[in-house]
């Protein structure tokens, strides 16, 4: 019964901020961005090493992200952000070596028209054990990824495509660091994975300018996004991308 009687003030504190009171809420934010998205790196399944740039002829192209974060007060409970980041790749030329995708082989000067998708929901659930004059965030991130790659010939018809998703769990950390009277900030934050063949870097670094308008804050703020995913027998994918470029985004904080 002990355990009942603590857990429930706590439970009903924290969904306060749901149900509309706002008395205890340190923040509840959503953002949204855009990303120049440069990739670099290959994919393999059931063949042959294709190079994204060189053999499926993929270029840089514009993304958006969206995320909502609730920073609730109590101490013991983690926090939540949830973020979305499509990134979606498409390409169209010659194949500069000649390379097999599960068990199609593309030759050299084949025109082909390829599509790579890394779609990736982050569920965060994260602890602030400081926050003054800065903030640091430190948890654990799901990162649910869901792919798919395509490639297909402009002189055949030929094609052949593969689906990949799960989840991945990664260390999580972030910081915000503010000068005092001006509303400027910058910081940076971080999911790094390391397991059984697989590798994930998923880092932003930021700067901005935040200002208060009533009960609200806006923020606007640009940077530096850099993801690394290296999947090794991923759902029968293999791959090593890296995907990074220059980004802007705003904020509204409650």
């Not at 390409?91 to 500069?96: L, R």
């Not at 759902?235 to 995907?243: E, K, L, N, P």
């Amino acid at each position: 019964m002990r355990i009942h009687r603590t857990l429930i003030p706590a439970v009903a504190l924290a969904l306060l901020p749901l149900s509309g009171a706002h008395a205890g809420l340190t923040g509840v934010s959503v953002g949204a961005g855009l990303w120049s998205q440069d990739p670099r790196g290959h994919i393999q399944s059931n063949g042959d090493r294709a190079d994204v740039e060189d053999d499926l002829q993929i270029g840089s192209e514009t993304g958006y992200f969206v995320w909502a974060d609730l920073r609730h007060p109590v101490p013991i409970l983690p926090r939540l952000k949830l973020q979305y980041t499509p990134v979606s790749l498409t390409g169209s030329g010659s194949v500069n070596n000649t390379f097999e995708f599960r068990g199609v082989e593309f030759a050299v000067e084949e025109d082909v028209d390829s599509e790579i998708d890394l779609d990736q929901t982050d569920i965060v659930l994260y602890w602030t054990p400081w926050s003054l004059m800065f903030d640091l965030d430190v948890g654990l991130n799901i990162k649910y990824i869901d792919g798919f790659v395509e490639v297909e010939s402009q002189d055949s018809g030929e094609r052949e495509q593969v689906s990949f998703s799960g989840p991945l769990p990664l260390a999580y950390a972030r910081t915000e660091f503010r000068l005092p009277g001006t509303g400027f900030f910058g910081g940076g934050e971080g999911s790094f994975l390391g397991y059984d063949g697989h590798r994930i870097v998923d880092l932003t670094l930021r700067g901005g300018y935040r200002t208060t308008y009533g009960v609200a804050s806006l923020a606007v703020e640009g940077g530096w996004k850099y993801q690394n995913i290296r999947l090794d027998d991923f759902d029968d994918m293999d791959a090593d991308i890296t995907v990074e470029g220059p980004y802007i985004g705003a904020s509204v904080r409650f």
